[in-house]
């Protein structure tokens, strides 16, 4: 399985920008997906997951301002992200995971919020 990240980059607090997530390798609709976010010096966070069937779960820190969804048909998993607080500054990880099977991680992409 390959997970590759993209979407990241520089936006002002308030502003919006869109993560997406292509999966290859396997079947992508049998797994479940998650992001995770990590800032230097802290634990790698999840922030959202959704399910093989579409349930999703958010980190209380961005409830109502992210949106993850999964698009099966193009082996895509995404992260809508609105109204950006300068602590929402991370690396954004995709993240793969089949039940008994390992995990997996894709590379990073960098979002950076200024004020």
């Known amino acids: 399985v390959q997970l590759q990240a993209s979407g990241g980059g520089l936006v002002q607090a308030g502003g919006s920008l869109r993560l997406s997530c292509a999966f290859s390798?396997?079947?992508?609709?049998?797994?479940?997906m998650a992001w995770y976010r990590q800032t230097p010096g802290k634990e790698r966070e999840l922030v959202a997951t959704?399910?093989?069937?579409?349930?999703?779960d958010y980190a209380d820190s961005v409830k109502g301002r992210f949106a993850i969804s999964r698009d099966n048909a193009r082996n895509t998993m995404f992260l809508q992200m609105n109204s950006l607080k300068i602590e929402d500054t991370a690396v954004y990880y995709c993240?793969?995971?089949?039940?008994?099977?390992?995990?997996?991680w894709g590379r990073g992409t960098l979002v950076t919020v200024s004020s």
């Open positions: 993240y793969a995971k089949r039940v008994i099977f390992r995990a997996y």
């Open positions: 390798g396997s079947r992508f609709d049998i797994y479940e």
């Open positions: 959704i399910s093989s069937s579409g349930t999703t």
